[in-house]
């Protein structure tokens, strides 16, 4: 029933905006517009500043970021933009021109006060591990939609480890690698050696017969392998850690679960191959192409998020650490400690 109400009143907090747009795309397409300037700025003031303002008294009390009124703002303006004729738009390119450099600069600013704070809060408990990839995470949700989140986080993500955090992070003792020894990141280095040849040879020929195909063709393995090489840093980056009572297995960016200490049922040092099933998972992204040397089962079914948000199911989970023993104790000193 309580999810019932949600979705009504989710179809109220949007269907409304919805509606009001819909009815002032027909004004703008009727004949009783033209010439009319009153009606013009009307429109305009409706598009830009009515409908956001009405958005924002249907979301005030509820978990939707109020930031969203921003796009509601945008949509308004590429409705305006598209549907009102042009001899129309004066109004319209006075917002452009003067206002909406401003609003751009301060979501932009909004969303690096939000990291500044997290990093902040991270650095005043020594006991926590600031990690980049979530604080991007917990800002953009506070600003986006939540379906375009992990999309932003991702892109942004790749180009923050790739080409931005060179600095060498030191472990800590709550802290577990896991690319040292799996040999993970000499496959990947492999991959993106052969992406550079492949894209070097298909463009020679391709280029014989369209330049542009090649070029695009080219651009595109190019942003491959700088996703890659983005992927690869971030396992550098994102360590396993064990942080009060969960348990947080990164693999960079390519997947990552949080495990209540609670939740677990057994922790097992082995490397024996698993059955296949809808319950067992392992922790790398490339499932069978990389070995693991431990094998956590749970009370319960957990989940692991993947690419781009990609959401899978699991309740035993394989993963490799380089220092299986001192995993295993403190695992085992962290239950022993929780009971």
């Known amino acids: ?59 005030r009390k509820s978990k939707i970021p109020k930031i969203s009124v921003i796009p509601v703002l945008i949509i308004g303006l590429l409705i ?56 991007l995470k917990d800002t953009c949700y506070d600003i986006l939609p939540r379906k375009a989140v992990m999309p932003v986080v991702t892109e942004i993500g790749v180009f923050y480890y790739g080409f931005i955090y060179w600095k060498r992070r030191k472990l800590k003792a709550n802290e577990f690698s896991y690319h040292k020894d799996s040999g993970t990141i000499a496959l990947l280095v492999v991959i993106l050696f052969l992406v550079a040849i492949e894209t070097a040879a298909i463009h020679i020929l391709l280029s014989k017969w369209s330049d542009a195909a090649a070029w695009v063709l080219t651009f595109l393995s190019m942003y491959s392998g700088i996703q890659i090489f983005g992927f690869l840093k971030s396992m550098f980056k994102r360590p396993i850690s064990l942080e009060k009572d969960q348990l947080h297995l990164r693999y960079g960016m390519m997947t990552e679960t949080t495990i209540d200490l609670q939740d677990i049922d057994s922790l097992e040092i082995s490397s024996k191959d698993l059955e296949p099933d809808k319950e067992t998972r392992k922790l790398s992204l490339f499932g069978e192409l990389e070995s693991h040397n431990i094998i956590i089962r749970l009370k319960k079914e957990n989940e692991l998020t993947g690419l781009y948000g990609i959401k899978r199911k699991y309740r035993n989970l394989a993963f490799y650490v380089d220092d299986t023993l001192e995993f295993e104790n403190q695992i085992h000193k962290a239950l022993q400690k929780h009971i």
């Open 1 to 59: 029933m309580h999810r019932t109400f949600a979705l009504n009143k989710n179809l109220l907090n949007f269907g409304i905006p919805l509606s009001l747009l819909g009815g002032l795309i027909l004004v703008m397409k009727s004949p009783v517009l033209a010439g009319n300037e009153t009606l013009v700025m009307a429109i305009t003031v409706d598009l830009l500043l009515t409908v956001p303002l009405i958005y924002f008294l249907l979301i």
């Open 80 to 135: 305006g933009s598209f549907f009102l004729p042009k001899e129309d738009q004066q109004y319209l390119q006075y917002f452009k021109t003067w206002i909406l450099p401003f609003l751009e600069l301060a979501v932009l600013s909004y969303v690096f006060y939000k990291l500044r704070k997290a990093i902040i809060k991270f650095k005043e408990n020594e006991k926590s591990t600031f990690d980049f990839f979530t604080s």
